[in-house]
């Protein structure tokens, strides 16, 4: 006979835990950075940021002691790559877990809900969204936009009527509804689409983009009529405009913006979505006035799909001056060392070229 073995509790390493979720946040930052860079796919993303994270995040999962212990003060921190990972590990949690998150999105402080709804947005598990629709109906609108935005980046519309969201008196709540209507049918979302073209930004401006998106054509004129006006945070509909623009006379408001120095970065990527003549013409025109030549070279290969390596209209860009160091008492040791986009636009083939024009 064999004496059958109680079963007993193995000790949680907590400074093994702790260290789960320091490498968690600096892995959440190296994969957000990586989503964005211009030399990365997604498959480099998951081979050298996602796995890491993921391990980390398991790490993380030992009992509901941790909850209270190291999740819960991780969701104030002032760290939002910290507080993504907190959040991202109890969404995937106990009972205990998710009701200490869901306090958090409803009385944390607000520069924390953008980390907060990143961290939730980015969990697999399909009963998630069934989950958080139940805070619609009778939740603060903080929650309410927040559960919306889940929503509208899982590309699924809530269960219920969007409408009332719409024309309730929150901003927040109107922009992250507009957002979501884009993923209702089309005969649902025109009504919707309507409603919040007629309301003041930012939630008109979501409204057109929704429209857009969506091809209604209502949205179109209300949004030439904005690119006329040409306001700072316009750089969204420059793209939009640029993609249903059918006709050369719709891209005048998108090459106007070229003018405008705050613009003009954003109206010279949206070029290659325009693919016209005069929008080829206008890369012609920044790349001889060496401005924002990167981006207008990217838009240019994007318009003509002309291949300048292959075809030799590529020349040797001059070759950089190192042999003066700046001294140590005038370097700027504050200074961004971290490449600039533009910097790295251009191919691996051309990168170390620009385009002739003689």
């Known amino acids: 006979m064999v004496a059958t073995s109680k079963a007993r509790a193995h000790p949680v390493w907590w400074e093994f835990v702790e260290e789960s979720l320091e490498e968690g946040s600096y892995s959440w930052r190296r994969r957000e950075r990586a989503l964005g860079a211009p030399d990365h796919d997604l498959r480099d993303v998951s081979r050298f940021a996602e796995e890491r994270l993921l391990g980390c995040i398991d790490g993380l999962r030992v009992t509901d002691e941790a909850v209270e212990r190291l999740l819960a003060p991780a969701l104030q921190s002032e760290d939002p790559c910290r507080v993504s990972v907190a959040a991202h590990a109890l969404a995937e949690g ?19 809900l953008a980390p907060l709804c990143r961290g939730i947005e980015l969990v697999w598990p399909t009963d998630l969204l069934p989950r958080l629709q139940n805070y619609l109906p009778c939740g603060q609108p903080v929650l309410q936009a927040a559960v919306l935005e889940i929503c509208a980046f899982r590309r699924r519309a809530p269960s219920i009527d969007l409408k009332p969201f719409i024309t309730g008196g929150d901003p927040g709540v109107q922009r992250a509804a507009l957002l979501t209507a884009r993923f209702v049918p089309r005969a649902q979302a025109e009504p919707l689409i309507a409603c919040g073209l ?137 200074a961004d060392l971290v490449p600039k986009v533009e910097a790295w636009l251009m191919s691996t083939s051309t990168r170390s070229a620009t385009l002739s024009l003689s």
């Open 198 to 334: 007629a309301l003041p930004p930012p939630a008109f401006e979501v409204a057109i983009e929704s429209g857009l998106v969506l091809g209604l054509p209502a949205a179109r004129s209300p949004c030439a009529q904005a690119l006329r006006r040409l306001p700072k945070d316009c750089g969204r509909l420059l793209v939009l405009g640029a993609l249903a623009g059918s006709r050369e006379h719709e891209h005048r408001d998108l090459l106007k913006a070229l003018g405008s120095e705050p613009l003009a970065p954003v109206a010279t990527w949206a070029l290659g979505f325009a693919g016209t003549r005069d929008a080829a013409d206008a890369c012609v025109d920044l790349l001889r006035q060496e401005r924002l030549a990167q981006l207008a070279f990217e838009a240019f290969c994007a318009i003509t799909g002309v291949d300048f390596k292959a075809n030799r209209l590529t020349v040797p860009a001059p070759e950089e001056n190192t042999e003066s160091a700046v001294p140590f008492e005038q370097d700027d040791l504050d």
């Open 94 to 112: 106990s009972e205990t877990a998710w009701e200490c998150l869901m306090a958090a999105l409803t009385n944390g402080p607000d520069e924390n």
